[in-house]
């Protein structure tokens, strides 16, 4: 077993944990409140980070931690390993007790991430890859599509977004879907259920750092919207933007998205 696999059950098992933890949580009632910038959060949220947080660093005390609901600290920069996590993402999904929230978590080394994990409880679905040790979904391969044209492509992508007037080429007839967490839609494309996901605007490293991995290590290309690849754990956890494909439709979507200026 490598240090990888040896991580990737740890995550895997605090994953499955946390999952049935929100799911206990919510069905005991939750608070919720707004955090500054007005996104949501709620008890639940908090909870599933605190266990997380004594789970995986009692394991591992030499890694670093990056969470959404801990405040950041430094430190984590000198670390050789680091986790990062979302507690929940797609909170607005779980408070409305729709099932398209999850629990990512991925680890990083040398700003790449090597070992990864989501779990979404409400569809009991947990996918999971190693640095070169391929993509699955409940213990089974996963590939990204092979689709190969924009037009009938299935985009999880905003509908207003898409549509807009100020495109200098207009997209094709898609077919477009939403998806409220971020990892989970970066899963359905490494799993071939969506061809592309895309997003034109800064994303943190939680929501992003464990669906990169296993979208790579099932075949998918994800970079930001000029085609970047992402570096993580660095000062400012953030990645401009996000273009999670198909690897024939990345380039086409690329001709589409460049002119856009960065952002972050």
């Not at 895997?12 to 996104?39: I, P, Q």
């Amino acid at each position: 077993m490598t240090s990888y696999d040896a991580d990737l059950d740890l995550i895997r098992s605090a994953a499955l944990a946390a999952g049935a933890l929100a799911l206990s949580e919510r069905e005991r009632g939750v608070k919720t409140w707004a955090k500054d910038g007005g996104s949501p959060v709620t008890s639940a949220d908090i909870a599933v980070d605190e266990l997380l947080k004594s789970r995986l660093l009692s394991a591992r005390p030499d890694y670093g931690w990056l969470s959404e609901e801990t405040p950041d600290d430094p430190a984590r920069l000198s670390c050789e390993r680091i986790f990062v996590v979302d507690p929940i993402d797609g909170t607005v999904a779980f408070m409305k007790n729709k099932p398209w929230w999850c629990v990512p978590i991925a680890v990083i080394e040398n700003g790449r991430p090597v070992a990864a994990v989501i779990h979404a409880p409400q569809l009991n679905e947990t996918f999971e890859a190693t640095l070169g040790g391929g993509a699955r979904l409940n213990g089974q391969p996963i590939t990204a599509s092979d689709t190969d044209a924009l037009e009938d492509a299935s985009m999880l992508a905003d509908a207003m977004l898409m549509q807009s007037p100020r495109w200098a080429e207009p997209w094709p007839p898609m077919r477009l879907e939403k998806r409220n967490a971020i990892a989970y839609r970066m899963a359905l494309v490494a799993a071939g259920a969506f061809d592309a996901a895309i997003a034109i605007s800064p994303k943190w490293d939680w929501d992003i750092a464990a669906g990169d991995l296993i979208a790579h290590e099932a075949g998918a290309r994800v970079t930001d919207h000029h085609g970047h690849g992402w570096v993580f754990n660095r000062p400012d956890p953030r990645q401009a933007s996000l273009v999670c494909s198909a690897p024939a439709l990345h380039p086409l979507i690329l001709e589409r998205t460049r002119p856009i200026p960065l952002t972050a």
